[in-house]
């Protein structure tokens, strides 16, 4: 510029993030046992209602009765990992739903 002011630099470009979403995630029907039986893992107030939270958020959750929100809460189990440990690896069967509740993990 010529007198003497400096340009704007100018915005980042957002990514677009629907390039790097899957476009069909599919799981066959889960045929339930009539008789199975929950098992409900004891939690405080406070845990269930950080878990609640959360869980509230998520797409995959949010459009849950409060019935059915309030029996996966029951059932989530307290999980501890130590830093460096794996808690996905890619390609590997997604069999469990994970909220972080301290710390901090990497994704690759």
């Not at 004891?42 to 409060?66: C, H, Q, V, W, Y």
């Amino acid at each position: 510029d010529s007198k003497g002011q400096e340009e704007p630099e100018p915005a980042p470009r957002k990514r677009s993030r629907a390039r790097n979403r899957r476009s069909v995630v599919f799981a066959p029907p889960v045929k339930m046992d009539e008789s199975w039986e929950p098992t409900i893992i004891p939690k405080s107030d406070e845990e269930k209602a950080a878990i609640r939270e959360i869980m509230t958020t998520n797409i995959l959750f949010n459009s849950l009765d409060g019935d059915a929100l309030t029996l996966l809460i029951d059932v989530m189990a307290k999980k501890t990992f130590v830093s460096g440990e794996d808690i996905i690896t890619q390609g590997s069967q997604g069999d469990y739903y994970y909220v972080l509740q301290s710390g901090t993990c990497d994704i690759f």
